[in-house]
């Protein structure tokens, strides 16, 4: 490669560094990737669940900067009581059922991903701030399922069939939490329509929300991308 080449492509990633790093979704996209990993790679139940309420708590601040002004207190009203639930259910003194505390989950990350697809949608123009928010909302669907099967687990023990090697593993049991190391990991796998045969439903509802998360992986990709492609043609045209 030439000195100009080199001296070029220095001069094009600096600018788009610089944007991820201002971005409106960076830190949002830190802490899902955070709480993601804190799911799958700590084993100790009881670490792995105080991480994950802290990891929460900070996702919610993300949040709350992520949206807009007007959607502040609606984000906040939503985020809080799960965040509240989620650490009394930890500590032991939930005084509501454990499936509300699902529930509640469940609501405000399903809130979050509808508020930044249609702002990433909203664009009008594809920068790296929009390429980000994408992948939030990836992230955030596959998330938003994941605490919905352990909704349907929790009501349901037999909601899912699990390899024997798997159970072993991954240390299935009854759900504690809203985020299971486990349904994550089964709702990112039907999401990205890989279904490795490890995880399977049996109960009506593990079917259908795993039919439907299938879908909306798929058309998903298919209406962000020509999306994105088509603010891009638009823009050159004017150019």
């Known amino acids: 490669m030439s000195r100009h080449s080199r001296e070029w492509l220095s001069s094009q990633a600096a600018p788009i560094t610089t944007n991820v790093a201002r971005g409106r979704f960076t830190g949002l996209l830190v802490i899902l990737l955070t709480l993601a990993l804190l799911s799958g790679v700590v084993h100790h139940e009881r670490t792995r669940e105080i991480l994950i309420c802290i990891a929460f708590f900070v996702l919610l601040l993300f949040a709350i900067g992520s949206v807009g002004r007007r959607l502040r207190f609606v984000t906040a009203a ?35 991903t509808l508020v930044v697809l249609f702002s990433v949608l909203r664009d009008e123009a594809v920068t790296a701030d929009t390429i980000v928010g994408a992948v939030c909302v990836y992230i955030l669907i596959g998330m938003t399922w994941g605490t919905a099967y352990a909704l349907v687990a929790l009501n349901s023990t ?70 994105l492609v088509g603010i891009h043609t638009a823009r050159r045209s004017k150019e």
């Open 78 to 112: 939503l985020g809080s009581p799960a965040l509240v639930a989620q650490w009394l259910l930890y500590l032991g003194r939930s005084p509501i059922p454990k499936a509300w505390v699902f529930a509640l989950t469940t609501t405000f990350l399903a809130f979050l």
């Open 158 to 227: 037999d909601a899912f069939a699990v390899s024997p090697g798997l159970v072993e593993a991954a240390g299935w049991g009854p759900p504690t939490l809203p985020f299971v190391p486990l349904l994550e990991y089964y709702s990112m796998t039907t999401l990205s329509s890989l279904g490795f045969g490890d995880i399977s439903p049996l109960s009506g509802p593990a079917r259908t929300l795993s039919a439907l998360e299938g879908a909306v992986g798929q058309v998903y990709i298919a209406v962000l991308i020509a999306r």
